[in-house]
């Protein structure tokens, strides 16, 4: 009925206004025609081009996921070699070093190497094999972690590696399949291993980190992205032995007798494409060798599907961008309309409480609730009021507080011991949430944030609304007293305690999300829940195209407009595709910027290493944007003008006198070198490796031990007024290990060898 009516009122309008009709037929009928030979010319421009831009994409791609791979591999060697070659974290020193176990210890390696576990998907597991103490601490992602003899360990596979002196692994990637039992389930893994290990004079490993990558994750990182129609993804050693292929199967098979597979083996070129038949099927095979680490990443596909997947291209480009302007104006509209509503007044002068410290069976009993780890004492509530937790409400809500700008924090007023800045932020949190009304409970369980747990009589939307405000006073009185912000996520209400653990990951996800929010920032897990549950953001290669080009023509409005486009895109996306996203950018913008100036794209002002680094300084994306162009407007600046690297030359030799006169400082840090010739940290590590090509960290330790050498065969001082001397007035542990590594022997054992003429001519200078 409602159909024949409005086919009544048509003909009735036509009948009435036939002129009218007619004209907007005649319109309709143009906005066709324009469409369509527009669609028609489309077509065909970008038919004549499918052809070539087809090899060009592939291998654009393949590219692409090599450098992500290459990137990804080497930032998780960078990380733990740091951690590990410069004893930089007590928890994995005590797991490596220590032979004498302690529960409360064991339990904080343990949830630091958990903490290290979660912080990267790339990473499946780690172990700490300590081969005095005979055991092995170990954290496996989704199962958890726990120590083992090295006789009972899981992994029997990497303690016969471990113990093979003829087999020397340390310092690099490997693969190898694991079977091994968990809870009674037989479990077969894939792993890239990196072994750092320190070994003693008869080659044997005396204690190792072990680190293993899940080769699922890695293939899925390297798929990431417009993969077009490839219909394989594969990396394989240069010997032809696969290490990591959407089919399990193929893993650690050799290809080198495949035709495909000799022809790139064969090939002198770096990377490249061509056609060939595999499985009696005409393919375009793309490729990208990569030398250093001696890997081969390679993509097949078929012809024809790689040419209909162009041209299913042209005929939706039109509609996408329809449909992208639309959808471009209402999130415009919708970012407009939102704002914060003000914060409430400020609370009269709060004092911290520093005297009051959780005992370690509340720490310990918090920990595990708020981990998920439940057991039956827990559903307890007299053994609860034993420990000091007061929990009895039916509903809890967990917040994380993330410390903001923590780079400055360490480097600040509180860099002897960040541990004292967590619970000060936990003290002024539970009381003021006690003054609130709430019962609170909180807890230390994060490097860089603490967690709050708060226990309420029910549950509604009104609550979260006024815990926004709540929040935001909390934050004030935080930086009031510390001089510090924090950033917080609010989970979701959860019933029952064993709901915590749950509350606390959706929190602790919401937290991230400061990377779009900035600072300061209040972000409620409802809010965001749907961004981590949408994986289809697309990578804006558009954007990307044209910030490229704005950088070659040294057209810095174009480069800043590119850029804030570029980033405006990643706003709408989640916190974890921001950053596989950044990452790609970073490794576009490293290739261009290194070709533009004329450096290594591995050791050069802009190596990936260096951007990445600097970009995880960085917690929010207008801190990213600044970073980025300033790097762009460093190059265009600098851009034909040599006489700069004199200037360098100058900075750099200024740098190391001061280091020469003040290496017994105990506060010489790259903080104070900067202060001293009035540029940024950054730029005086980036500077000083470009024209000493070593980093300014490693120079300072070399002048230390350069000079404790001198000491220790010139002086009969004692070691520990050695290591005062040489700027390690209170951390003579340290001075011990750092010259162990430096020398290969302790500074008491150098000594004696010295004097029994056993060690080699002592080289002072520095």
């Known amino acids: 009925m409602k159909v024949e009516r409005v086919g009544g009122r048509l003909t009735r309008l036509f009948r009435r206004d036939t002129l009218l009709i007619k004209i907007l037929s005649s319109y309709f009928i143009i906005v066709i025609v324009l469409l369509s030979v527009f669609s028609f010319v489309l077509f065909r421009t970008y038919s004549n081009k499918s052809i070539e831009q087809i090899s060009q994409t592939s291998e654009n791609f393949i590219s692409q996921s090599y450098y992500i791979a290459d990137t990804m591999l080497i930032n998780v060697y960078y990380n733990f070699y740091q951690l590990f070659n410069n004893s930089m974290d007590n928890d994995l020193n005590y797991g490596l070093y220590v032979d004498k176990p302690d529960q409360f210890a064991d339990q904080d390696a343990l949830k630091k190497l958990n903490q290290y576990v979660k912080s990267n998907p790339l990473i ?83 204690s190792s980190l072990v680190i293993n990558l899940n080769q699922k994750i890695l293939q899925q990182m390297v798929t990431n992205g417009s993969a077009g129609d490839l219909n394989q993804v594969l990396i394989m050693y240069k010997n032809g032995n696969v290490l990591s292929h959407d089919d399990t199967s193929m893993i650690n098979k050799n290809l080198a007798n495949e035709s495909f597979a000799k022809q790139i083996m064969q090939s002198n070129n770096e990377k490249g494409s061509f056609t060939t038949k595999i499985n009696g099927k005409e393919s375009l095979v793309s490729y990208v060798k990569a030398k250093h680490l001696g890997l081969i990443f390679i993509g097949i596909g ?58 370690d069976k509340k720490k310990t009993l918090l920990s595990k609730i708020v981990n998920g780890e439940l057991d039956e004492k827990i559903f307890d509530k007299e053994y609860r009021m034993e420990c000091g937790v007061s929990l009895d409400a039916p509903f809890f809500l967990t917040l994380v507080l993330k410390m903001d700008s923590l780079e400055k924090v360490l480097s600040g007023k509180w860099s002897k011991d960040v541990r004292l800045v967590r619970f000060a932020i936990i003290n002024i949190a539970c009381e003021f949430f006690r003054e609130k009304g709430f019962k609170v409970e909180g807890v230390d369980n994060g490097n860089d944030y603490v967690s709050i747990i708060l226990n309420v009589n029910h549950r509604s939307d009104e609550l979260l609304d006024n815990l926004l405000d709540t929040v935001k006073e909390m934050q004030d009185k935080v930086e009031k007293y510390l001089k510090i912000s924090v950033s917080a996520g609010i989970g979701d209400i959860a019933e029952g305690i064993e709901g915590i653990g749950k509350s606390f990951q959706n929190a602790l996800a919401a937290s991230n999300y400061r990377i779009i929010f900035g600072r300061k920032a209040v972000i409620e897990y409802g809010e ?86 600097e970009i995880q300084t960085c917690e929010t994306l207008e801190e990213i944007k600044t970073y980025l162009y300033s790097l762009c407007f460093k190059v265009v600046e600098t851009k034909g003008n040599d006489s700069k690297e004199n200037v360098k030359t100058v900075i750099a030799n200024k740098i190391r006198d001061y280091v020469r006169q003040h290496y017994n400082s105990i506060n010489l840090s790259t903080d104070t070198v900067a202060k001293y010739v009035e540029l940024s940290p950054n730029y005086v590590r980036s500077i000083f490796k470009e024209i000493t090509g070593i980093s300014l960290s490693d120079y300072i330790t070399q002048c230390r031990m350069s000079e404790a050498q001198r000491l220790l065969i010139e002086t009969n001082d004692p070691v520990s007024r050695i290591a005062e001397l040489v700027g390690y007035p209170e951390n003579s542990k340290h001075f011990f290990t750092v010259f162990k590594k430096h020398f290969g022997r302790t500074p008491e054992n150098y000594r004696l060898s010295i004097q029994n003429n056993e060690s080699p001519k002592a080289n002072f200078e520095w």
């Open 124 to 206: 499946g597991s780690i172990y700490i094999y300590n081969a005095k103490a005979d055991r092995v601490l170990f954290s496996i992602s989704e199962v958890g972690e726990g120590i083992q003899s090295t006789t009972d360990f899981l992994d029997q596979d990497i303690i016969r590696i471990l113990r093979n002196k003829e087999r020397n692994v340390s310092n690099e990637y490997f693969t190898r399949k694991v079977d091994y039992v968990i809870s009674n389930k037989n479990v077969s893994e894939n792993f890239l291993t990196l072994v750092l290990a320190n070994t003693s004079n008869k080659g044997e490993v005396e």
């Open 302 to 359: 078929e012809y024809s599907k790689l040419l209909s997947s162009a041209y299913s291209m042209q005929k939706t480009l039109l509609f996408l961008t329809v449909i992208f302007m639309l959808a471009g104006i209402l999130l415009a509209v919708y970012f407009t309309s939102t704002i914060y509503n003000p914060f409430r007044k400020l609370l009269h002068k709060y004092r911290l409480d520093s005297n009051r410290l959780l005992n």
């Open 528 to 613: 965001i829940a749907q961004r981590n549950d949408n994986d289809l953001q697309e990578y804006p290669y558009d954007i990307e195209k044209r910030m490229i080009e704005a950088i070659k023509e040294s057209h810095l409005r174009k480069i800043d407009a590119s850029l804030n486009e570029f980033f405006e895109r990643l706003a709408l996306y989640s916190a974890d595709v921001i950053q596989i996203t950044v990452l790609q950018l970073a490794v576009l913008l490293t290739r261009t910027l290194s070709g533009i100036a004329k450096t290594s794209i591995e050791n050069g002002e802009y190596s990936i290493k260096v951007l990445v680094s």
